[in-house]
């Protein structure tokens, strides 16, 4: 389980991500889409802990 609530990472002359939230539940499989810039890298580095969200909270196997 991969659970997203209200995460944002913001540049100093950039928000990349904007408050977005969302949860991946065992078993299923997801896909990101969107263009180019639109946060997609951004918020997979930031769910694979590569780098840390300005705010928000990301949990990933919570029991």
């Given at each position: 389980?991969?659970?997203i609530k209200?995460?944002?990472?913001?540049?100093?002359n950039?928000?990349?991500?904007?408050?977005?939230?969302f949860?991946?539940?065992?078993g299923?499989?997801?896909?990101?889409l969107?263009?180019?810039?639109?946060g997609?890298s951004?918020?997979?580095?930031?769910?694979?802990?590569?780098?840390?969200?300005?705010?928000?909270?990301i949990?990933?196997?919570?029991?």
């Amino acid at each position: 389980m991969i659970e997203i609530k209200n995460v944002t990472k913001k540049y100093p002359n950039i928000t990349a991500v904007d408050h977005i939230s969302f949860e991946v539940k065992d078993g299923e499989v997801v896909g990101f889409l969107g263009p180019n810039g639109a946060g997609k890298s951004t918020t997979m580095n930031m769910i694979t802990g590569y780098i840390e969200p300005t705010e928000g909270q990301i949990i990933i196997n919570r029991l």
